[in-house]
Nanobody
């Protein structure tokens, strides 16, 4: 069974940092893009960051560029999201996902999803 399991969410003050981790099991995702989306209450799920197969290419939403950094370890089948300078508007459930290809900024390109982890940034 293919699974993505996130960890590392929590409550942090504005300006603080959190690191999210995602562990994949059930198959190897080395040929997939791995990424993160988030969904705030009452809003649609939105793209946050993605990293392609060998880790050489990354993409970020404008709202997190310069503050968040995505990385992956293909040997361990993991993908991390380092979040710095957090803002209250970053509060959301963060989802790890895997994509075989396509337009990476849209949710329909991602075929495997984790269950999500809550990130709350207090002002």
């Amino acid at each position: 069974q293919v699974q993505l399991v996130e960890s590392g969410g929590g409550l942090v003050s504005a300006g603080g940092s959190l690191r999210l981790s995602c562990a994949a099991s059930g198959r190897t995702f080395s040929s997939y893009a791995l990424g993160w989306f988030r969904q705030a209450p009452g809003k649609e799920r939105e793209f946050v960051a993605a990293i392609i197969w060998g880790g050489a290419g990354t993409r970020y939403a404008d709202s997190v560029k310069g503050r968040f950094a995505i990385s992956r370890d293909n040997a361990k089948n993991t993908v991390d999201l380092q979040m710095n300078s957090l803002k209250p508007e970053d509060t959301a459930v963060y989802y790890c996902a895997a994509s075989p290809g396509g337009v990476l900024t849209v949710a329909r390109s991602w075929t495997v999803w984790g269950q999500g982890t809550q990130v709350t940034v207090a002002s």
